[in-house]
Each structure stands twice: as C-alpha cells, then as structure tokens.
C-alpha cells in the first residue's frame, strides 16, 4: 500500500531512505519533501538536484566568454565549462550539450567536464526528481522506450533529457507516463503496453 509523506514525517525503514530527500534528528530520519512510500521504497514527488561528481547533465549553451563556457540546466545554480587551448570543440549560444558534474564550488558553481555537443534532437524537461525512475533499474525503463521508439535518448540528472530520432513523438509520451505516475507499481509493464498499443496503431 502507498503512503503519502509529507515534509517532517518519519521514514520508518533503512531501505526506504533517499539521502537527498531526508534529514536526521535524533538518530530518527524524517523527509524534507512531499513522497510516496512503496514496498519498502521512497519516492519523491517534489524537491531539488542535488548535483554529484559524475552526475550526467543536459544542458543548453547560454554564454560563450573567452575559456568559460556557462551552461543553462534548468537549475539555479551556475554551470560552466573551462576550456582548455587543446578543446577542438567550438560552442555556440543555444547549443545543447551532454557533459558530467566535475564539482560543484563553494555551494554555487557547477563545474563541468567531458562535454559533448548533441544536434539535431530535442529536449525535453521534467522534474529532476522523477529521473531515477525515468531511467530504471539497470537502465530498463529508458531502455525499454529507447528499443521501442528507436530513439537515441540521452538523460542529464539535472531533468533535461535529449530525444533525437525514430518516434520522437511516443518517445515524449513514454517518459511522461513515468514521469505522472512514478510512484505506482507495475510502470515498466505499463509504459510497455503503451508502447505495443501506439506502435500497432502507427503500423496499421
């Protein structure tokens, strides 16, 4: 059976405890955002990024400055990339780009690594939160819709996701059957036959 957690409650078992989402008091953890507890599981409605070193990102170019990039990612914290003369990438304002959190600096800086520019796709944002279920365990989720729409999707933790060919259309719907009911058991089997259903419709 769900049960709706609100801001103070009690989390009563170690396995249903999100770091990101509780705090401890006397030795007792209580939640700091809205949840649902399932099977021994929590799963926030509401709440913010946290960035971690290594977290992929999406986000979109928002000024290039001489070595500093600064990446838009939805997110109220600033994003940057600092080039080095050996880059061969060359940034422009609206790019979209995949990178990874390299660290975050004094609580409001993000620093970013790796980048990779993404063309010709779409993006596609959701609460940030609903992202470990978008993926799925070992992947199974994203890669379910993936296999089934024949899309390249790429997700950034920061609630960007990039979309870019097969049916982007379905792809777009997928994710937001799981981003609306991500507290709900039996979901991958769910979005599964949502896929099945649209694909015969499209092949008839």
Known sequence: MNTILIPGDS???EAARNRNHYFVEDNKPYCTSMCVSSNSKIVPLEGLW?????????????EVKNSIVEVDLSHF???????SPRDRI?????DIIEASVKQVEDKKTIILIFPRLLKYGMLLQVKAVKIPRIIGKNNTMVGQISS?????????YNGLIYIKGGDMALAVSAILKVAA??????LTESVKKLLERELEVTEK
Not at 90 to 94: A, T
Not at 148 to 156: E, L, Q, R
């Open 50 to 62: 946290y960035p971690n070193e290594g977290e992929p990102v999406v986000g979109v170019v928002k």
């Open 148 to 156: 089934f729409t024949k899309s390249n999707i790429i997700i950034g």
């Open 77 to 83: 914290l600033r994003a940057i990339i600092i080039k």
């Open 11 to 13: 989390i009563e078992t």
């Open 181 to 186: 009911e991500a507290h709900r058991p039996g």
């Open 90 to 94: 060359s940034f422009r304002i609206g």
